[in-house]
């Protein structure tokens, strides 16, 4: 299978995924899916990764970097403790 040419509705199959398309432009690109394997197979790529990042799990960013900062201020001060000591 050779890879579409069309540039511009490759760059359109997420927008198609999401639902974030005009209805012309979703005809277009739906009408040109219909009969390009290439995109077809682009599109399946898509709504799978899309289907995983369901079951990925979330990460709390701001309780992972309070944590590092009660680590990091247990190590400065278990530091301190031990130059006190000295």
């Not at 005009?22 to 009969?35: K, P």
């Not at 990042?53 to 031990?82: H, S």
Request: charged share 25%; proline share 2%.
């Amino acid at each position: 299978m050779s890879k579409c040419a069309d540039r511009d509705i490759q760059e359109m199959l997420p927008d198609l995924l999401h639902r974030a398309l005009r209805s012309g432009a979703r005809e277009r690109v739906e009408l040109h899916v219909a009969t390009c394997e290439s995109c077809r197979e682009d599109l399946a790529v898509l709504r799978a990764v899309k289907g995983a990042a369901v079951f990925a799990p979330a990460i709390d960013v701001g309780r992972m970097l309070l944590g590092w900062q009660v680590v990091a201020g247990i190590a400065a001060l278990a530091l301190w403790a031990l130059a006190r000591r000295r």
